[in-house]
Antibody, heavy 122, light 106 residues
């Protein structure tokens, strides 16, 4: 079955960096775009970034643009999020997710990892 | 920029029908998805393409979308339906979530 497992979260000082990973299994990895979504404590869900299966299309939320970089390794079936210049407001649970279907934006995100917590604090 | 507005909270008695709204300008022209999110767990997709249920989602969950409002309806609400519910759309190549509605079943 589809499995997504995030790792790499932790405590980091403002201005620091972290690299999150999402190990995927159970599906044809390169066929799907993947997405990072976060939830700050006491807040709602917020989209962070997505990347197409072929790496040709990438997009970021304005709040992270220029600081975060998404990438993927189709051979390793893994998704990454390099987070630089971290701020207190980046503190959140970070989830990777996969859409229910390929070729459409309307199918929703059916598969989610368990999340990895990032805390930015001095 | 496009915004999705959800009421912060909705309360319902067990067995009754819960109606959760999500509003946005001409929202009916977009496809809406709904997620259930319980504390300490990962979000669960309960409705996609306005009204379709993924495999394994109970029939008591239904959705509609018209005009400026999308609605998630939970019929015969159960205590296990307690949680936060988020609507979501794509707009201009970005993913948008509503602020979420906390559903309390009491």
């Amino acid at each position: 079955q589809v499995q997504l497992v995030e790792s790499g979260g932790g405590l980091v000082k403002p201005g620091g960096s972290l690299r999150l990973s999402c190990a995927a299994s159970g599906f044809s990895f390169s066929d799907f775009y993947l997405i990072w979504i976060r939830q700050a404590p006491g807040k709602g869900l917020e989209w962070v970034s997505y990347i197409y299966g072929s790496d040709t299309t990438i997009n970021y939320a304005e709040s992270v643009k220029g600081r975060f970089t998404v990438s993927r390794d189709n051979a390793k079936t893994s998704l990454y999020l390099q987070m630089n210049s971290l701020r207190a407001e980046d503190t959140a649970m970070y989830y990777c997710a996969r859409p229910r279907c390929t070729g459409s934006y309307s199918c929703g995100f059916e598969n989610w990892g368990q999340g990895t917590m990032v805390t930015v604090s001095s | 920029s496009f915004e999705l507005i959800q009421p912060p909270s909705v309360s319902v008695s067990p067995g009754q029908t819960a109606t959760l709204n999500c509003s946005g300008n001409k929202l009916g022209e977009k496809y809406v998805c709904w997620y259930q999110h319980k504390s300490g767990q990962s979000p669960v997709l309960v409705i996609y393409q306005d009204s379709k249920r993924p495999f394994g989602i109970p029939e008591r969950f239904s959705g509609s979308n018209s005009g400026n409002t999308a609605t998630l309806t939970i019929s015969g609400t159960q205590s296990l339906d307690d949680g936060d519910y988020y609507c979501q759309v794509w707009d201009s190549s970005t993913v948008l979530f509503g602020g979420g509605t906390k559903l309390t079943v009491l």
